[in-house]
């Protein structure tokens, strides 16, 4: 993000937005997902709701994490994922609290807009099972709409193709935050 910003990009696709405790980098999404952000945050109490659904969500899921994953040293929530690639992926470095809280007031600083892209087709459908339906919005397509999937030519594409149209993320930049740095 800071290194679209400062080239001028105003409008930005993630394909790659993966949710807290997955993925293999570090992703707009899990910077937004902080208990300071309306509706991020989690809880890395062993014996929680949150701790029970994702122990049984694992179950299905490829891409889901217990807390066991989650939460890390002293509960800090983004456990043992918390690195951060940059410079075009030719670095990885361990992100500090203090610094995965500042990214987070960046993100909220410089980003006009943030909207999380819904996957093209629910998992009945594409026969997935890379993410967990319960922490993505609604499908285009829902499960159960076999109809309007094969009627719409879907059905004729590989399952696979699905895979990588399932997290991903457009951002705005503010358009205010590129001219003041021009100045």
Not at 6 to 29: Q, W
């Amino acid at each position: 993000l800071k290194q679209a910003h400062k080239a001028g990009f105003r409008h930005l696709i993630f394909e790659d937005n993966y949710d807290t405790g997955t993925g293999d980098h570090y992703s707009l999404r899990q910077i937004c997902d902080q208990s300071h952000i309306r509706g991020g945050g989690h809880s890395c109490f062993w014996d929680s709701d949150e701790a029970r659904l994702r122990s049984e969500r694992m179950k299905f899921w490829g891409k889901a994490v217990d807390i066991d994953e989650l939460c890390g040293k002293d509960d800090a929530w983004w456990g043992v994922r918390g690195y951060m690639r940059d410079n075009f992926n030719h670095s990885n470095e361990a992100i500090s609290h203090k610094e995965h809280f500042q990214n987070s007031r960046l993100v909220e600083s410089v980003l006009d807009l943030y909207w999380e892209l819904p996957p093209v087709a629910g998992p009945s459908l594409t026969h997935q099972t890379r993410y967990d339906p319960a922490r993505a919005s609604d499908p285009i397509i829902e499960d159960g709409r076999h109809g309007l999937f094969q009627r719409i030519g879907l059905s004729r594409l590989d399952a696979s193709v699905f895979n990588g149209y399932t997290q991903m993320a457009y951002v705005q930049i503010s358009g205010t935050m590129l001219r003041r740095e021009d100045e």
